[in-house]
């Protein structure tokens, strides 16, 4: 697939916003997608009570079943106050800093269902004493919306802004320089699309490869490809799907962390090295099936595929809380993305392409 049908895909589905716990409407692209490959096949695409969407190819023998996941959701926050000025506090809606937030454009789901936008509020370095400037660590929760409100009437009568409503982090969605480099993207929600992404150019590889004249799977083993809810805030629609389907092994598809900034902590990724098979993850405390992980490196090197050796600390994902949680071997594949969980997050359009036939080729491999 090139470049320009990739980006195409990408775009499409950053349209629809995903608040984790709100992941339908992107999920309902992403069903779209995989229906307009799959659709001559008469291969139906589900969804669960969770709003996990999913895909299953049943295997000639049933032996085992692999699921390959990518999470929908986004970060954000969640209204948690109106003051009486109209101004909006709010809490977290997965995790981030409050480092980046002054001045950031937001948009918040009213209880119309219209976005609302808004502006994360701080003070100016003009009205800053130099030692705040130096000393002060500022937290989400001391900080405030502005959207332009007078009262807290006019947010809740007017603006139909009410406490429990999620908002996310706005901007635009594009190649960063596309007159000199069709493949660097940024945006939001980077973190997952990508992913997302990956997952659909895993299917058209499927669907053009591993599946006969009559749609059947020619592997012996059945495979789900799902589009799991609520990672963000623990990854609980991978733990929901796991628990009600019978799966011997999981892929997670993800991104990868690209960072060499000083005081960083990182295995040297680089952006355009190739797919990230991720060995440990959570500080030592998510630690992934070592067989796979080899099983990975192995299929990418006699497929010539260029891929990179990770660990990452700060960091969990669907494929570890299952490795952890259910005892299901597990394996992570990051597509490296820079500035993880800020706007806008960097990635690559050949990145996408290369996790999801680093995946397709270990499929193929399994009997």
């Not at 509020?121 to 332009?148: C, D, N, V, W, Y």
């Amino acid at each position: 697939m090139n470049k320009n049908e990739i980006f195409h895909i990408i775009k499409t589905l950053s349209s629809a916003r995903a608040p984790s716990g709100l992941e339908k409407p992107r999920g309902e692209l992403f069903k779209s997608e995989l229906e307009k490959i799959l659709k001559e096949k008469n291969i139906k695409v589900n969804t669960d009570s969770l709003n996990n969407y999913f895909v299953k190819f049943d295997g000639e023998l049933n032996e085992k079943t692999i699921a390959i996941l990518a999470h929908m959701d986004e970060i954000g926050g969640t209204i948690r106050k109106i003051k009486k000025n109209g101004s909006l506090e709010f809490s977290k809606r997965g995790g981030y800093e409050g480092r980046w937030l002054v001045s950031r454009k937001i948009a918040i789901l009213n209880k119309e269902g219209k976005w609302i936008n808004g502006v994360i509020g701080g003070r100016s370095p003009h009205a800053t004493p130099q030692k705040l400037r130096k000393e002060e660590k500022i937290e989400p929760h001391e900080m405030e919306i502005f959207i332009g409100a007078k009262n807290k009437e006019e947010v809740i009568n007017t603006f139909k802004i009410h406490v429990g409503a999620p908002f996310v982090f706005s901007g635009e969605f594009e190649i960063l320089n596309e007159e000199f480099n069709d493949d660097i993207i940024s945006g939001y929600s980077m973190d997952n699309l990508v992913a997302l992404t990956g997952l659909i150019l895993l299917v058209k590889k499927i669907h053009s490869n591993l599946l006969d004249g009559s749609g059947k799977f020619t592997k012996n083993y059945n495979l789900y490809i799902v589009a799991t809810a609520r990672e963000e805030i623990g990854t609980e629609g991978s733990l929901f799907f796991a628990r009600n389907n019978s799966i011997d092994e999981i892929i997670a598809l993800d991104i990868g962390l690209v960072e060499d900034f000083p005081g960083t902590v990182s295995s040297d990724i680089k952006l355009n090295d190739g797919p990230i098979i991720v060995w440990q993850e959570a500080s030592g405390s998510g630690v992934f099936d070592y067989q796979l992980c080899k099983t990975l490196v192995e299929v990418a090197e006699l497929n010539n595929i260029k891929f990179q050796d990770s660990v990452l600390e700060y960091y969990g994902s669907d494929a570890g809380k299952a490795q952890k949680w259910l005892g299901i071997p597990s394996a992570l594949v990051g597509i490296p993305t820079m500035f993880a969980h800020n706007v806008p997050e960097i990635s690559t359009l050949n990145g996408i392409e290369e996790a999801a036939e680093l995946i397709y080729q270990y499929l193929k491999r399994q009997n």
